[in-house]
């Protein structure tokens, strides 16, 4: 059974920094892609950042430069360094992994709030 584990939310004031992680049960780092999902209120759940198992990174428009993704195979885990955080990027931000196989997992999601 797959789980996704993020802790890591929080409160912060504008132009803030906040690194997210998501630690992964298993072994699951192969052929996959793993991202970073969040839901404001009142909106839509959107990609954030995504990250392929060969290395390739994608990001919305909006996070651009103050976000990046990554991982380490080693724990596990994967990230998302956010930088320079807007009051828009408040949110439940939520772990998600696609296996090759057709696994589709999330995590329970973590809130961050940003204050201006």
């Known amino acids: 059974q797959v789980q996704l584990v993020e802790p890591g939310g929080g409160l912060l004031q504008s132009g803030g920094p906040l690194r997210l992680s998501c630690a992964a049960s298993?072994?699951?780092?192969?052929?996959?892609?793993m991202g970073w999902y969040r839901q404001a209120p009142g909106k839509q759940r959107e990609m954030v950042a995504a990250?392929?198992?060969?290395?390739?990174?994608n990001y919305i428009e909006p996070v651009k430069g103050r976000f990046t993704i990554y991982r380490d195979n080693v724990k596990n885990t994967m990230y998302l360094q956010m930088n320079r955080l807007k009051p828009e990027d408040t949110a439940v931000y939520y772990c998600?992994?696609?296996?090759?196989?057709?696994?589709?997992?999330w995590g329970k999601g973590t809130l961050v709030t940003v204050s201006s």
């Open positions: 998600h992994l696609l296996l090759s196989s057709g696994g589709n997992y």
């Open positions: 298993g072994s699951l780092f192969g052929n996959n892609i």
């Open positions: 990250l392929t198992s060969g290395g390739s990174t």
